[in-house]
Every structure is written in C-alpha cells, then in structure tokens.
C-alpha cells in the first residue's frame, strides 16, 4: 500500500478529533435544554455550576496534552507496547487526580456556589447538581488521558465514536432521570454521571485490547506516571494563563457596560466556535510530530510543521472570511436585536482579520506539544500577559464604551494577545531547539 500523502493524514486524524470536540459542548447543551423546561430557577442553578464543573475540567485538559505526545514518540519509534504502558500511566494518574478532586470538591461545593453570591433556591439547585457531578471528575479525567493514548497512537476515530455514544446515553439517561422518574436537577447530574462513567468502560475495553495486542502492562508504572505529571504542572501552568487571560479581558467587559458583556459573550463565541476546528489541526500537528521524533525523521518533522501551519493559515482565511461576511447579521441571530447587532459588527470584523493568526498559533501550540516542549508553553504563556494586561487597564481606565469600547477589546485579545502568542511561539520553532525535548 503507498504511503498516504501528509495532507490526507492530516485530515484523517482532524477530522475525527473536530467530530470529538464538538461532542463535548453537547453534553452542557442536553443538560441545559433538559433542565431549561423544569424552569428558570433550576436552569440559574446549572448555570452556576457549570461555570464551576468547566474551569475544573478546563485547568485538567493537560492530561490530554500530555499523554499524546509520550504514547506518539514510542509509537513512532516502533515500541507500541511502551506506547501503550504510557498511555496506561496517564489514565492512572487521571484515576489519582479524579479521586482527590471528586472529594475535595464533593465537600466544597456549597461553599464554592456561595461565591456566586445567587439566591438561596438557585443556589440550592447548583449545589446538588454540583455535588452529584463531582462524582463524575474522575471519569471526564481518565477520558481525557484515554483520549491521549488514542491520539497518540494516530487514532482520532475511535474517541469520536466513544464522544458520540456518550452523547446519546447522556441526553437518553438525563430524559429518563429527570422527567421519567421525576428526579429534576439531580436527575441530570446522575445521567450525566452515568454517561462520563459509561465512556471510561468503552475506553478500558478499548485499551485492554490494546494492552493485550500489543503486549502492555495494565499497571501502573512510578517513573511513567511521574513523567507526565512533569510535563501536565508545565501544561497546567500554560492553560492558568490562558485562563487569567480570558478571565481578565470578561472583568473589562463588565466594567464597560451590561451591553457590551452580553456584545463581547457573541464575539468570543464565534472566537470558541472557529477554535474547535482550529484544535482539530492542533491535534492532528500534536500527533503526527511526535511520531516523527520518535521516528527520528527530523525532515519530516521540519515537513509536518510546515504543512500543519499553512493549513492553520488558509483555514483562518476562509473562517475570517465567513465570520466577516456574516457580521452584520449574527447579532440578529443571537439576540434578534438590531442595535445589538451594529454594536458588536465592527468587533466581529477585528475578529475575522485574526483568523489566519489565530489557526498559526493554535497549530503551532500542537506542534510544541507534540515535542513535549511543556516547559517553554509555560513560560512564555505568562510572558504573553505582559503586554496584554497593560493593554486591558488601558481600555479600562479610558473608560471607551460602546462599539469602540468592543473594537479596543477585540484590538486587545485577537490582537495584542494573539500576536504576543505569535511572537514566542515562532521565535521558537525557527530553530531545532524545540525537537530536541526527552521523551
């Protein structure tokens, strides 16, 4: 059989990680249309504990990242039993960290709800959804170290099939739970429970089999799981910075005005949704790099990053080109408001001009995930807020409102912090530097 061009391969493994992606959003989205019609005060109440159950499982996505990379370099050096023993290590850890934050968080979740400052029957409603959820961290984590394994093993088609099975038990189980036996809240955060839980079945079957064919131990391992959780904290601190960045640039947004935050909550929605497809390529440069390094194929790694970035480039085109063309009216379709709409247009165009920007960076953050450059990823990800915050207090303290309050906002993250991305990253890759990380 001939080798399959590197387009191809890219797209055999992004396509099926975009399909995997967007199935995670569909989980809130059941959740929400579900609880939506038992009334608005329970809807208020997953609201809240959402917002507590994404930063969770946001800060923890490294164990992905983390994973991919260890389990592709063995592949791609020809010891897929040791691939598999490191991806088997990354699901233990994921099992640890689960364990502690399922209880720690079990026990915090009243207080966690109080900092939201709601009502007492929203936030009765948030902690026993959150309460309940908690039990369901370590399933959400031994998935994404799972995911990893597979990733790394250049399969991006079984974890989507796995997200779409879970998809359907999770609206199924949450139908049945809420309305079938009258649970309200509580029954959806047992389906949804069921269903994460459900997911980490169908992957340890998929691994055994793995394990079995490839002759893996199913044990863990001290000095693997040691070595991933090095690389997760660097990974860790990389998406702390991420965070305190979007965190940063919503406060402003307060502070300009209620229309503006509601103005700002579409644009970076439509930023959101273009990253899904942009992480697809993201996983797919993760992926095919560390092969080729465990391959010690250096001509196809300088090829991978090459063809990975021009597709991250021409993909923003065309997502720029799009959001620009529609910018006018996606206001209409959020809000249905006029004013709404010509508030946020002139922002949504910043947005689309960052397109080809924004899928170079996103790849390029694959490409140094691949060679297990967490360490660097860490550090320049709280470089990058230096000129950004400066940035922010300025918008803040000159108090502009309005359009141009949205436009100086966009200008500040699509612009000054997506180029300071830019910056560190390509400074990096322009030598070898990055391809020589260990394992």
Partial sequence: MPKPTLNREILRLAVPALGALV??????????????????????????????????????????????????????????????????????????????????????????????????????????????????????????????????????????????????????????FIYGFGWGIAGSAFGTVLAQWGMVGAYALVVQRLARRHGASLRAHRDGIRGTARSGGWLFLRTVSLRVALLATVGVATGIGTDELAGWQIVFTMFSTAAF????????????????????????????????????????????????????????????DPTVAALIQPALIVLAIAQPIAGIVFVLDGVLMGANDAKYLAIVGVLNLVPFLPALWIIAATGVDGAAGLVWLAVAFFGVYLLARLGTLGWRVRTDAWMRMPA
């Fill in 277 to 336: 497809a942009l992480d697809a390529l993201a996983i797919a440069a993760q992926a095919l790099i560390g092969k080729s390094l465990g391959a010690g194929d250096d001509g196809e790694v300088h090829h991978v990053l090459r063809r990975t970035v021009a597709w991250g480039a021409w993909f923003g085109v065309i997502v720029g080109a799009i959001i620009a063309a529609l910018s006018g009216v996606l206001g209409l379709l959020f809000t249905g």
């Fill in 23 to 176: 199935a995670e959003p569909l989980f809130l989205i059941v959740d929400a249309a579900l609880v939506g019609h038992l009334g608005t005060v329970p809807l208020a109440g997953l609201g809240i504990a959402s917002a507590v159950l994404q930063t969770i499982v946001g800060l923890m996505v490294f164990l992905a990242y983390s994973t991919t990379p260890a389990v592709a370099r063995r592949f791609g050096a020809g010891k897929p039993g040791d691939a598999v023993s490191a991806g088997i290590d990354g699901m233990w850890l994921a099992l640890g960290l689960g364990a502690v934050l399922a209880v720690v968080g079990a026990l915090a979740s009243p207080w966690l709800v109080s900092l939201f400052g709601a009502s007492e029957a929203v936030a009765s409603q948030a902690i026993t959804y959150l309460s309940i959820s908690m039990w369901g961290l370590p399933a959400m984590l031994i998935v994404f170290a799972a995911t990893g394994l597979l990733r790394g093993m250049q399969d991006t088609v079984t974890p989507l099939w796995i997200a779409g099975l879970g998809f359907a038990a999770n609206a199924l189980l949450n139908w049945l």
